[in-house]
């Protein structure tokens, strides 16, 4: 501390002068954390929709994977309700073998489906049942054809709908467990209902998840809130199928780059030991000798 | 130093032994560290995994 007082560029400064340039140094910085404070805040009083809150998921942590029969139950209620008016067509069937189902389950699914196929070699197209490498069916032929038959409203493609709303899947849990009637003096339109979670709280789309409105081949009870979890799962995986294989690469990271700086620690003191130990005299050579 | 110094003069000291050393030694850690890591995914995760609950449906 001493010799780096003795080469201080403020060693000349009057006491006053120090204390006026700290005040000076600390206003500034203290308004540059508020700042910084205010942006990244998540108060965003101009908007009137609910942000949904976080959610403890069985993938939450850092070091937790998918719960692959919660997958598995998402997939169930995808197919049953949401795959009739929304598409995930960047899905193949294939994707779900070895995640939520065996092959042979995947192409017993994949066989439910009629695909267009062809031409064949009169030219003509014809349907087939599908295969591991189709991708799921869209409901609607086209979009015009999907607003035609809601309202006007485009359901959207849900391959990867947690990675494009804020709030991944708790929104999307929040969104189809959040239905209520609109509040004293909302006028909601006819075909739209209210979702406070929504953007604007008027949503194109129903509620479409009740208390065992499908049954799950597992026996799970099928409660509201036990589909909307296990859809959201699902639609998670959809979005983020790299999820498992990224959580357990970053064990194996972590696990290296700590072996690896402790060497590089124990490398850099010995390299140095020799270094820092050193004297240097010098012998200022006189005339006389 | 009596194990140090066979260690050298058995694998550090002919530039041959010692890539040979290096190239098994990479081969056994990798080995022994996925078994770890893997390992510590496993259990951790346990009941959640597919590995898990495949066993139900084939």
């Known amino acids: ?289 | 130093m009596a194990l140090g110094n066979t260690v050298y003069n058995l694998l550090f000291k002919k530039t041959s032994s010692f890539m040979l050393t290096v190239a098994v030694g990479a081969f056994a850690f990798e080995r022994g560290f996925d078994k770890l890591t893997d390992y510590v995914w496993e259990s951790h995760n346990k009941g959640k995994l597919w590995r898990d609950i495949k066993d139900k449906y084939e």
């Open chain 1, 1 to 289: 501390m001493q010799s780096v007082s003795n080469y201080s560029t403020t060693r000349g400064w009057s006491k006053s002068k120090k204390a006026c340039m700290t005040t000076l140094g600390v206003l500034a910085g203290g308004a540059g954390a508020l700042l910084y404070a205010l942006e990244s805040s998540y108060v965003q009083a101009g908007d009137l929709e609910l942000h949904p809150p976080h959610l403890k998921w069985s993938h939450s942590g850092l070091l937790d994977s998918f719960d692959h029969a919660s997958i598995r139950r998402g997939y169930e209620v995808y197919k049953n309700v949401c795959a009739a008016c929304h598409s995930a067509r960047f899905i193949c069937y294939r994707n779900l073998v070895g995640v939520s189902h065996t092959e042979a389950e995947a192409k017993r699914e994949a066989e439910e489906i009629m695909v267009e196929d062809g031409p064949n070699e009169k030219g003509e197209m014809f349907k087939r049942p599908g295969k591991l490498s189709d991708t799921f069916p869209s409901p609607y032929p086209n979009e015009e054809a999907a607003r035609a038959a809601n309202n006007g409203a485009y359901p959207p493609d849900l391959s990867y709908i947690t990675m494009a709303r804020h709030g991944a899947e708790d929104y999307v849990f929040h969104l189809l467990t959040g239905y209520m009637d609109p509040p004293a003096g909302v006028q909601i339109r006819e075909g739209l209902y209210f979702n406070p979670y929504f953007l604007g709280g008027a949503i194109g789309m129903a509620q479409a998840l009740y208390n065992e409105i499908i049954e799950y081949e597992d026996g799970t009870p099928a409660t509201q809130s036990q589909l909307a979890k296990d859809v959201s799962t699902f639609l998670k995986w959809c979005g983020e199928p790299e999820h498992d294989t990224r959580k357990r690469m970053a064990i194996k990271a972590v696990g290296l780059m700590t072996i690896l700086t402790a060497a590089l620690f124990y490398l850099k003191r010995y390299k140095f030991s020799s270094l820092k130990t050193r004297k240097i005299s010098y012998k200022p050579s006189s005339k006389d000798n």
